[in-house]
């Protein structure tokens, strides 16, 4: 189905059965494939450039408890069997990863569950790294995002709204992570800021840091409501500084093994 039909058919169906769980399944379902939309036109007008905002992973890469996210142990050699093989042990948010829904709460979509369509979106990019410089708790604030809207334009639906602190060039540095007296402390979002990008139709955020929410975050406010509300994250990601504030497009590799909260994921941007 084209998504001009699937949009005009849930619209449709929002006239039909105009309940508090269908209205929100069907915007859901208008974002996702305006989203879809937006990305194919990105995609059209771009250069063809390709950005890979996943870092490398191994088990020096900084984690939320400081214990390594992946150990890698060579199962075959290829001298010895004439093959490489490696048995991996990985924990699921580490690394450029991807935040399912289920990660934060009860029975939100699994990674296996993601709706494909949802991972390939229109991505905008906020620049925070200014006031990130002076405060390692900086926020994404709900005058951040409307001064961004102010500036280039609307945020399109099922768009992948990433913020841009500076914070990935620290990696693997101990200091991505926690201030040298060890406190964790890192830019994240508001949840003022991730409600109106909720309103405002976006499918997923990404932070080039460990967490959606800052380092100082006692409630991970803003994982309990975007996740919550069936969306997804991408923590630690890459190369953003690489790319404009919009007009390109992002496909999310998100990882489907099932049941998962989680993943290591390989991310790319076409400029």
């Known amino acids: 189905m084209c998504n001009a039909c699937l949009m005009e058919s849930v619209r449709a169906s929002v006239r039909a059965h105009p309940t508090a769980f269908e209205r929100s399944a069907a915007t859901a379902a208008t974002a996702m494939a305006a989203g879809a939309l937006t990305a194919r036109e990105n995609l059209a007008r771009s250069s063809g450039r390709v950005v890979d905002l996943t870092h490398t992973y191994d088990s020096d890469f900084p984690t939320w408890d400081g214990k390594p996210g992946i150990t890698m142990r060579q199962v075959k050699e290829f001298g010895r069997d004439m093959s490489n093989l490696f048995h991996l042990s990985i924990y699921e948010h580490t690394g450029t990863h991807v ?15 993601l709706d494909p369509q949802k991972l390939l979106c229109p991505l905008c990019v906020i620049d925070i790294s200014a006031k990130a410089r002076d405060d390692a708790n900086a926020m994404v604030t709900r005058d951040d995002v409307e001064r961004w809207v102010s500036t280039h334009g609307e945020i399109p639906q099922g768009a992948c709204f990433a913020m841009h602190s500076g914070w990935g060039a620290k990696a693997p540095h101990s200091t991505f992570r926690n201030t040298p007296d060890g406190k964790l402390a890192f830019p994240g979002f508001s949840r003022a800021a991730t409600d109106l990008l909720a309103e405002m139709g976006v499918a997923g955020i990404g932070v080039d840091t460990l967490s959606l929410d800052p380092g100082n975050s006692s409630d991970f406010a803003v994982h309990y409501a975007w996740l919550g509300g069936g969306r997804f994250g991408i923590e630690c990601v890459a190369n953003l500084d690489q790319l404009p504030a919009t007009g390109t497009t992002v496909f999310v590799g998100a990882p489907k093994h099932r049941g998962g909260t989680g993943g290591p994921a390989r991310i790319l941007a076409v400029a």
Do not use: N, Q
């Open 99 to 113: 935040d399912a829904p289920l990660h934060f709460s009860a029975d939100g979509p699994s990674l296996s569950e």
